[in-house]
Structure formats: C-alpha cells, structure tokens
C-alpha cells in the first residue's frame, strides 16, 4: 500500500479520482494494487480501453500514452497503435485570462509589441495553446503559450505516476521493464516539455541542420524560425506559415489538386530524403511527424512544426542502424543478428541461433513488399520484439526512430499509396556508406586513421614485449570465465560425494562381514550387526537420492 507520508489530501483525492476511472472502465487493477492484493503480472486492459483511461485522467497521462507509444519494445503493436493517435482535446483557456498570462509574460505591453494579437486560441492542447498575431514590424507570428497553472497539476500527477512506479517494481513485470526509470524518464521528458525555451532551440537546431543537403532542396523544407526577443519558458514566439496539413491541402483546394501525381510523388521524396539526412547524417531528428505536423504551405513548399518530440542518435548508432537498414533491404537476417547485438543490451544469454532464425522468418515476410501493404508499426515492432523475446534491451532512442518513421510512413501512405520505401531509400545507400567510411572530409578521416597506426604501431611491440617478459618469467596468468562453469562444477561434486559414499557403504559391509567370519562374542556381534544397519541405512538413502535426481538411467 501507499506508506503513510505519500497520502497527502491532495494525493488521496487524485488517487480517489484515478480508481474511480478505472473501474468505470471496467479496469481495477489499480485499486487491488494500490490496497496491496493486486497479481504480480499486471492485467492490461485492451488497447482501445487503455487508452479511453488515459484520456479520460487528462493531459498528464495522454502524455504519458503518448510517449508509451514511443516503446515498442515495452507493448504490443496493437498498444503502440492506439496510443499513438492519443491527442489532447482540452477546451483552450478563455480570452480575457489568456490576455492577462500573456501581458506578465512580456517585457514591454503586448501593444508596443503587436501591431495585432488575437486572445482566443486558434488551437488547444495539453501544456499549450496557439495564437495568432503580428508584429509592428508586420510579420505575422504564432504564440505558444502554456497553459495557466497546468505546471502544478503536472507535478501531482507525475509524484502519483512515480509512487505508482515503485509499487509496480516490486512484481516482475515491473523489475523486467525497470518501471522506476521508466517514470523517472517520463517526469523529465514532461518536464523539458514545459519550458518552451527548450522547444525553442530544439526548432532552430532543426532548421539549421536542414539548411543544407545534396539530397533534397532546403528550399522546399521550411522549419518555422524563433523570435527569440519575445520567447521565453512560458511563451514561444515563431514565424507563421500559411498553409495547411499535407493530407487535408492533398484532398483539398490547392496547388496539390492541379499538380497530380508528380508533385505528389515529389513532396513524398522531399520527406524521405529529408527525414533520412536527419536518421543517419545529423543524428537529430523529429520524432512525432503525424499529419497534423507536416504541413503544406501555399506556396508550394512543405513545413515541419512542432518540435517538442525530437531524438537523437550518436554516432555509434548511426552506423549500426544505417548498416541494419542495408541488412533489411537485402534480406540478411545474419547480419542483422550482429547488428542488433550491438545496439541492444542482453540481459540474459542469448541464443543466437534462435535470434537469427526469428529475423529470417520476419525479413522475408516483408521483403519486396510495397509500403500500402506493410504495417509499418507492426514490422518495427516485430523487428523489437524478436530482441526482447531474445533477453535484449534496446535504448529508447530506437524506440522513438521506430515511431518517427512509423509516422512518416504512415504519412507518406494516406498521401502517396504507391510509395516504396526501399526504392526511396535505396539511391541514398551509397552516399550513406560512403559518409560512415570516410566522413565528410576525406583530408581529415585519412590524418586520423594514419595517427591511430602509428599510436598501435608504437604501442604494439612495447605490449608484445611486455607478454613475452610475462611468459618467460612464468607470472602471467589467465582468467578464463566458461558460461555454465559452476552448474558443471556442481555435478562433478555430487558425483564425487556419491561416490565416496558408495565407497563408505562397501567398506562398512566388508569391515561387517570380515568380523563376522572370526570368533563370535556378544561384543563382536554387536558391532557386526551395527556396521551392517548403517551400511544399509546409507544405501538406501544413496539410492533414493539417485532415484530423486532423475540421473539414474
């Protein structure tokens, strides 16, 4: 149960709250564990109830579904598909005191400032609200503003989630999924999400790592700019864009209308080569690019807002995962095995057979197939799955690459459903190979190589040396850790122990029989008779402990 200096007012009237919404939805999981008779194994409610709960307790645990659906490697597909359409639908904050948050946010009054500024919010979220305004200079700008107050509710929400977290870790379920750093993580990637300034240089880090690439025209992409003068923790100012959400100007008025299927077929390239330089050249890229963030503007270009989600890959990573992609494409399960052994942390001992073998029946059920007939959530997560079900943890960076282009595709689906994400991808392979074995500066890779052999080739002899004096002195020793070793040691000690008692038992029975050839007394009797029932005592529990072990065969 919650120890006693957990149960505050606020937290039990937040708890009352929470048990209520999971029993009207027919899920009381919550109220067993929470009074201490709950199962070891949590049982998830269906994915389509899961998420009802989730809406229905607010923005704190939409949020939490939302960066659940970032963890393949925790839920199914069938959960990961339904909490990634998880979007907030909160009424937006009334005019009057949006007007009032907005004034003690700024330095200077909002008419010094503004030459327009509209208080109602044109779009409502969770944390935030937009609006709509223009500069005296004539620009026309969008305000991001957080909502009044939702900081202290967060904080009681997210305490409740972590209490929750260590109650859960005490069962299997939770020691296997480390639900506490699960927690903790959520907590600090909704509290980064609060202060916009972090949002703010997330969008500009974006655009300029976009501003140039031999893939696609970085005029064709446009990443809103900052207004940084008027951008702070609570407010976040940005160049507007007039357009509309790629799926809705497709079908709609707009230039897409006349364009047909080239310029369709142009803006789902524009996407892939973009998003593809952000995977594996930058290493940053945006993790939620749903419809509602992929915009197309009227003049033609394509926009990408809204960059509180973004990932990052080190380099590391990037080779493994660009090698992975290579692997899939060429339907090379064993390659795949080693590249996920390197990106993925065992647990328990692998079976490496047995990994390799899930990879070959996964890759070729979906090789050569064109993307309107892959789910692409499922395949990812099924590549994850294959790990997991294998002892391997993977980071959760990879977990939120999966979604991202989970979500492009998906996008790329509805607007274009011909795409091909092999024949997308497949004219960047080269140049991705390329830039991972020589970088992008040829000069610099060769300096750095030639450095790194003549480091080894003075260090080498020197070591070489060192493991001959070793040798020759006979003080070198060798540490050798052979899996299974102990369990092997302890058969070998049964068997010996057996063994000896076996040993015990014969010569109990010879030492009976020898006395009782010689002359008989009543003490030499004694003896005999005595050597003999512990000689039979010992056997018979000899054989029963064999007969127990199951090895007497």
């Known amino acids: 149960m919650l120890t006693p200096q957990i149960l505050t007012p606020r937290i ?187 949002e703010a240089s997330y969008t500009d880090r974006l655009r300029l790592s976009l501003q140039n690439s031999k893939w696609f025209d970085p005029k064709q992409l446009v990443v809103p700019q900052i207004v940084w003068s008027l ?54 890229f945006h993790a939620d690019p749903h419809p509602g963030n992929v915009f197309y503007l009227k003049d033609g270009r394509v926009a990408l807002l809204d960059c509180g989600m973004m990932g990052s890959i080190d380099p590391q990573t990037r080779a493994a995962l660009t090698e992975m992609v290579l692997a899939i494409v060429n339907s090379d399960a064993q390659r795949c095995t080693q590249l996920t052994l390197q990106l993925a942390e065992p647990i328990k001992p692998v079976n490496l057979v047995q990994l390799e073998s899930d990879y070959s029946r996964l890759l070729s059920r979906y090789y050569g197939l064109n993307l309107d007939q892959i789910n692409t959530a499922e395949a990812f997560s099924a590549i994850l799955d294959a790990g997991t079900r294998n002892h391997l943890r993977w980071p959760a960076n990879i977990g939120l690459f999966t979604k991202s282009l989970a979500n492009l595709e998906g996008v790329a689906l509805q607007f274009n459903p011909a795409v091909n994400l092999v024949e997308e991808i497949r004219p960047l392979m080269v140049d991705l190979f390329r830039q991972q074995l020589i970088g992008d500066d040829p000069l610099q890779t060769l300096l750095r190589t030639g450095l790194e052999f003549r480091n080894l080739s003075m260090s080498a002899p020197r070591q070489f040396g060192f493991l001959l004096d070793r040798l020759s002195d006979e003080t070198l020793s060798w540490n050798v850790n052979i899996q299974s070793l102990s369990s092997v040691q302890r058969s070998i000690e049964q068997a010996a122990n057996r063994r000896a008692f076996s040993t015990v038992v014969a010569a109990l029975i010879i030492g009976a029989a020898i006395i009782s050839t010689g002359q008989q007394t009543s003490q030499l009797q004694w003896l005999s008779n005595s050597l003999f029932a512990a000689a039979t005592l010992l056997g018979i529990w000899l054989i029963i402990s064999i007969l127990r072990s199951g090895r007497w065969r």
């Open 12 to 198: 039990i009237s937040r708890q009352g709250e929470i048990i209520e919404v999971f029993l009207r939805h027919g899920w009381d999981y919550m109220r067993r564990l929470v009074s201490g008779s709950a199962p070891d194994e949590p049982d998830l409610p269906p994915p389509a109830v899961l998420r009802n709960i989730l809406i229905d307790l607010g923005p704190v645990y939409i949020k939490l579904g939302q960066l659940l659906s970032t963890r393949p490697d925790l839920l199914s597909p069938a959960y990961i598909e339904a909490l990634s359409t998880l979007q907030s639908t909160v009424p937006p904050v009334p005019a009057a005191e949006m007007e009032i948050f907005i004034r003690q946010q700024l330095a200077q009054p909002p008419e010094d400032l503004f030459a327009e500024i509209d208080y109602s919010a044109i779009a409502a979220g969770s944390i935030g609200q937009t609006h709509k305004a223009v500069l005296q200079s004539g620009q026309p700008v969008a305000l991001k503003v957080r909502r009044p107050g939702i900081e202290i509710q967060i904080k009681r929400d997210v305490d409740l989630i972590k209490d929750i977290a260590r109650l859960v870790a005490t069962t299997q379920f939770g020691q296997r999924y480390n639900v506490v750093s699960l927690a903790e993580e959520f907590s600090t990637a909704l509290f980064a999400e609060l202060d916009f300034s972090t």
């Open 231 to 284: 951008t702070g923790p609570n407010l976040l100012v940005m160049e507007w864009l007039e357009g509309k959400p790629l799926l809705t100007a497709a079908i709609g008025e707009g230039p897409l209308l006349n364009g047909a299927e080239t310029k369709r077929q142009a803006v789902t390239t524009l996407l892939f080569r973009a998003f593809f330089q952000q995977y594996f050249v930058n290493g940053f």
